[in-house]
């Protein structure tokens, strides 16, 4: 299993992947990342590169590619999981066309009970609450994952 990017998200799946027997390769662009330092492997890759990107998933030629940062060469993902030998994980057109909150669906979910103010910010309506923000789910890594999520305490109804 191939994980591009090293960071702390990493260096804890490295560790529960190993519990599960399983050989892990981590993948950064710099030297000594956390989870390059629990990797079964580790490798120094400029993994926007998609010509570089591709050589080093072709000579390893893992059975599973878990992209788990939004800055990776999504070309040579697609061609990854092409080949029929890679299993990408997310699908590359994941990582290469990411949604946003707004296009998850309704702005805010229906099923809220919010109502709009004045001010904009949407509210519950029976006890004028903040409503929670829909998060916007591109990829795996943390920048993406929490880009549109802002947390409970920090919106105040006025």
């Known amino acids: 299993m191939m994980l591009l990017g090293a960071g702390e998200l990493s260096r804890e799946l490295v560790i529960v992947f190993q519990r599960f027997g399983a050989e892990v390769i981590a993948v950064e662009h710099y030297a000594d990342a956390p989870a390059h330092r629990v990797a079964d492997q580790s490798l120094v890759v400029k993994i926007t590169d998609a010509d570089e990107l591709s050589a080093v998933i072709g000579r390893v030629q893992p059975n599973f590619v878990v992209a788990l ?3 990776v060469a999504a070309d040579a993902l697609a061609a990854a999981g092409e080949t029929g030998f890679t299993e990408v994980v ?3 057109a994941a990582c290469a ?3 946003t909150a707004r296009d998850c ?3 805010p979910p229906t099923n809220w009970g ?3 103010r004045r001010s904009g910010s949407p ?3 029976t006890n004028s609450k903040p409503c929670p923000r829909m998060p916007a789910i591109r990829c795996w890594s943390n920048r993406c994952v929490r880009s549109a999520v802002r947390p409970l305490g920090s ?3 006025r």
């Open 69 to 71: 940062t939004d800055a």
């Open 90 to 92: 997310p699908a590359p």
């Open 97 to 99: 066309c990411p949604p």
């Open 105 to 107: 669906g309704d702005w």
């Open 114 to 116: 919010c109502r709009p």
């Open 123 to 125: 509210v519950r309506s």
């Open 155 to 157: 919106v105040r109804a």
